[in-house]
């Protein structure tokens, strides 16, 4: 009799006490969203953008904290090792989630079991351009040019989302590039302006000034439909390409999470990203919204896996 009362007062504190699945009164102290990129770019902008939209829908603090190096892995493992709790986030992106971990298998988290997707916050889609300055005017000049003799690029390092289109544009039109990675996209669009390399795969986001001030020539974008801001600049489908890519940000936590705080993390991102305010910006900043609720983007992820892997593999790109 004793052992069977002693276990029902067992189960029952099991069920009166709330534990970290429950997450009861949470979030009860400041809330960190890391950002895995340098302060004043994109992502530090979105990051403060859900930030703020949070801290006041909870009533808490949400701070974003830098924590780049790395590509931005360390930000990310920092997170995907953090406790279950809900008080620790990150920003990530396609090139963190999907084309580093694809080509670097030992880089340090596992994307689909080490975190915690929480959902889309916007994205902008991968252009070529050339300076205005330059003899290429369309990708049919691009393409003939670059039969000649390979011609040079510029990308935000080999694992953004840039390099990834180049990379496939290449396979489809056969031919080869020769790539100059650098630290951010906004180097190689000064060297692009200067005319000092053939073009640059920047987001429409980084290169809306000089798309606007005509200082370079948007010759394709990797999106499903022209840029209603951008008519001028032609799709890669409408010109014969399969080449549709956004580089997107979203908002994951550590593998674990509580059921209730993916769903309310996830609700409020939607909330903050309809606001009137932040679609104007979205849409000043040439960055698409797209909604989702947490299956959704998990769905997401995992066709952006199936999608843009065996691209990586065929172009050689995965590291032995």
Same mark, same amino acid.
């Given at each position: 009799? %004793?052992?069977?009362?002693?276990?029902?007062?067992?189960?029952?504190?099991?069920?009166?006490? $709330?534990?970290? #699945?429950?997450?009861? !009164?949470?979030?009860?102290?400041?809330?960190?969203?890391?950002?895995?990129?340098?302060?004043?770019? +994109?992502?530090?902008?979105?990051?403060?953008?859900?930030?703020?939209?949070?801290?006041?829908?909870?009533?808490?603090?949400?701070?974003?904290?830098?924590?780049?190096?790395?590509?931005?892995?360390?930000?990310?493992?920092?997170?995907?090792?953090?406790?279950?709790?809900?008080?620790?986030?990150?920003?990530?992106?396609?090139? *963190?989630?999907?084309? !580093?971990?694809?080509?670097?298998?030992?880089?340090?988290?596992?994307?689909? %079991?080490?975190?915690?997707?929480? =959902?889309?916050?916007?994205?902008?889609?991968?252009?070529?351009i050339v300076s205005a300055k330059s003899?290429?005017?369309?990708?049919?000049?691009?393409?003939? %040019?670059?039969?000649? %003799?390979? &011609?040079?690029?510029?990308?935000?390092?080999?694992?953004?989302?840039?390099?990834?289109?180049?990379?496939?544009? +290449?396979?489809?039109?056969? &031919?080869?590039?020769?790539?100059?990675?650098?630290?951010?996209?906004?180097?190689?669009?000064?060297?692009?302006?200067?005319?000092?390399?053939?073009? +640059?795969?920047?987001?429409?986001?980084?290169?809306? =000034?000089?798309?606007?001030? =005509?200082?370079?020539?948007?010759?394709?974008?990797?999106?499903?439909?022209?840029?209603?801001?951008?008519?001028?600049?032609p799709t890669f489908r409408e010109l014969g390409y399969d080449v549709v890519a956004? /580089?997107?940000?979203?908002?994951? =936590?550590?593998?674990? &999470?509580?059921?209730?705080?993916?769903?309310?993390?996830?609700?409020?991102?939607?909330?903050?990203?309809?606001?009137?305010? /932040?679609?104007?910006? @979205?849409?000043?900043?040439?960055?698409?919204?797209?909604? @989702?609720?947490? $299956?959704?983007?998990?769905?997401?992820?995992? #066709?952006?896996?199936?999608?843009?892997?065996?691209?990586?593999?065929?172009?050689? *790109?995965?590291?032995?």
């Amino acid at each position: 009799m %004793k052992n069977i009362l002693a276990g029902s007062l067992a189960i029952a504190a099991q069920i009166i006490v $709330p534990g970290p #699945a429950q997450a009861e !009164g949470w979030p009860s102290k400041p809330v960190r969203i890391v950002n895995t990129f340098a302060p004043g770019g +994109a992502a530090d902008i979105l990051a403060r953008m859900v930030a703020d939209h949070m801290s006041v829908a909870f009533k808490q603090q949400f701070f974003v904290e830098t924590r780049a190096g790395a590509g931005g892995t360390i930000g990310v493992q920092t997170v995907a090792n953090s406790d279950p709790d809900g008080y620790n986030f990150v920003l990530t992106t396609l090139s *963190l989630i999907i084309i !580093g971990p694809t080509m670097n298998p030992k880089v340090g988290y596992d994307p689909m %079991k080490d975190l915690t997707h929480l =959902g889309y916050i916007a994205g902008s889609p991968i252009s070529f351009i050339v300076s205005a300055k330059s003899d290429i005017k369309t990708l049919k000049d691009f393409v003939a %040019k670059a039969r000649v %003799k390979p &011609l040079t690029y510029g990308t935000s390092g080999l694992q953004a989302a840039g390099h990834l289109v180049a990379q496939s544009f +290449a396979v489809q039109a056969d &031919l080869k590039f020769e790539i100059i990675p650098y630290k951010g996209a906004a180097q190689s669009i000064v060297d692009v302006v200067a005319n000092h390399i053939d073009f +640059a795969t920047p987001t429409v986001t980084s290169a809306s =000034g000089q798309l606007r001030g =005509g200082t370079v020539t948007g010759l394709a974008v990797a999106n499903e439909a022209r840029l209603p801001d951008y008519p001028d600049v032609p799709t890669f489908r409408e010109l014969g390409y399969d080449v549709v890519a956004t /580089n997107w940000f979203a908002l994951a =936590g550590p593998a674990g &999470l509580p059921a209730d705080i993916v769903r309310k993390v996830n609700h409020e991102i939607n909330v903050a990203m309809a606001k009137p305010e /932040n679609q104007q910006r @979205m849409r000043e900043d040439a960055m698409l919204v797209q909604p @989702m609720d947490a $299956p959704a983007f998990r769905g997401f992820i995992e #066709a952006e896996g199936a999608r843009w892997k065996p691209v990586i593999e065929r172009a050689g *790109l995965v590291e032995k």
